[in-house]
């Protein structure tokens, strides 16, 4: 059996994953190109997503999400989805992505099973 590893768990941070994320996207040029968008070719950088992440997160909270509140996204693949993620994220609550494939029975069992918890 191989070493075991001399990592506590008292030296694992505990942080808020959004946060996490942020603190890592400001650690690069913030020019740099963080996403690009397949359909459009569009660049974001990394200044754009944090700015734009920052503003969702506030846009929710304004609507009064609150940590542990659930927040369901029916969305195409697309770089606001991520967005959407990261915003979610950073305020604790959780992010329940629907396909927008699903036909209307799975959708509705889907947000059934989230209600449920």
């Not at 590893?5 to 040029?29: A, T």
């Not at 913030?30 to 690009?36: D, G, K, N, P, T």
């Not at 009064?64 to 604790?92: E, Q």
């Amino acid at each position: 059996m191989g070493e075991r590893s001399k990592l506590k768990l008292e030296d694992i941070p505990c942080m808020n994953l959004g946060q996490f994320v942020l603190d890592h996207m400001r650690r690069h040029n913030r020019q740099s190109i963080a996403m690009v968008d397949a359909d459009t070719d569009r660049n974001i950088t990394y200044e754009d997503l944090i700015y734009r992440t920052e503003r969702a997160a506030s846009g929710l909270q304004t609507f009064g999400v609150r940590k542990d509140d659930v927040i369901c996204v029916v969305s195409p693949n697309h770089t606001d989805y991520m967005v959407a993620f990261y915003a979610t994220a950073l305020l604790t609550a959780t992010f329940q992505p629907v396909n927008p494939l699903y036909t209307r029975g799975i959708a509705s069992l889907n947000f059934q099973t989230v209600l449920q918890h």
